[in-house]
């Protein structure tokens, strides 16, 4: 069983960007900006955001938050999102999600400006994304792919099995890698809340990604004999043994599965600083595609 290290690969791709921002910099260009909406305060989300903005100080970026209250209209949100489009300064755009109740996450997202997209979520993008053009590919399933490329793991041919639905991770993670591409070029399952038999078709996953949110969801005794297991739940669940009061759970019991994987990702410190890298690296290409 190997571990794979988002830490250590989430590094090594800020470290290369960092250089380039640099270079940017010698060379007396601008450098990257990414704003950064933020709705409300939902915990988990007001950690995201700080690690997003913590890693463009870390890189070089230049980042704005944009903290709004969870009472904002959806009007005066939308409003924000054109401001952020019409600065010719901004790069990226991305809109925490989820958002409150009484804001429709599509109209928001389809008011980005489709080159400064850098979640990949408007339809622009994800037509993109299923046609194989070149445009910004949802941050965590980019992390997952740009992972299973340092590792060298050769999907090609294998089953892979995609647990989880939802238009941020499952949907995309199908398409990426079923794409005639490299990693990809698998045939893929996609199984979701109404899926029957669900032990049974993970139990065939050669690749299998787990992506439904529901803690340690995923047993030894639905996991194949050297699978490789992608764990992209992080849910906090309460540990009074801890500072913060919880402590983060992904989608897959790593006690009983690990044994059995031939590689695996972590929970923390797996998926979670891979999507971060992506999103990095979505809002480099924001800014060079302008120049
Ligand atoms: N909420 C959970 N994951 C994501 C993400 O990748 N981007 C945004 N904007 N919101 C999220």
Do not use: W
Request: charged residues 20%; hydrophobic residues 40%; glycine residues 8%.
């Amino acid at each position: 069983m190997q571990i794979l290290d988002g830490v250590l690969v989430s590094g090594a791709i800020k470290e290369a960007l960092k250089m380039e921002v640099a270079q940017l910099i010698t060379n007396g260009k601008k450098v990257p900006h990414l704003a950064a909406v933020l709705v409300g305060n939902n915990g988990a989300s007001e950690t995201y955001v700080a690690s997003k903005v913590k890693s463009c100080a870390e890189i070089g970026y230049k980042s704005t938050l944009v903290r709004l209250d969870a009472t904002i209209s959806e009007n005066k949100l939308l409003g924000v999102i054109e401001e952020l489009n019409a600065d010719m300064d901004i790069d990226g755009i991305l809109v925490q999600l989820p958002l409150p109740k009484h804001i429709s996450d599509e109209k928001v997202i389809n008011a980005i400006d489709p080159s400064k997209d850098v979640d990949g979520f408007h339809p622009i993008s994800v037509g993109r994304m299923v046609l194989g053009a070149p445009g910004f590919i949802p941050a965590t399933p980019h992390g997952i792919m740009l992972l299973l490329e340092h590792y060298k793991i050769d999907t090609r041919g294998m089953h892979a099995v995609v647990v989880g639905r939802s238009n941020i991770v499952g949907r995309p993670m199908s398409i990426l890698l079923s794409s005639n591409s490299n990693p990809g070029n698998c045939t893929v399952t996609i199984c979701h809340s109404h899926t029957k038999n669900l032990r049974e078709i993970c139990l065939q996953a050669d690749l299998l990604v787990a992506a439904l949110g529901k803690p340690e969801f995923v047993k030894a005794d639905m996991v194949k004999e050297g699978a490789i297991i992608i764990d992209v739940g992080i849910t906090r669940v309460v540990d009074t043994s801890k500072k913060s009061g919880f402590a983060l759970k992904g989608d897959v019991d790593f006690a009983s599965v690990s044994p059995k994987s031939s590689y695996i990702t972590p929970v923390p410190r797996g998926v979670g600083p891979m999507t971060i890298a992506a999103l990095m690296k979505n809002t480099f290409k924001a800014c060079m595609d302008k120049n």
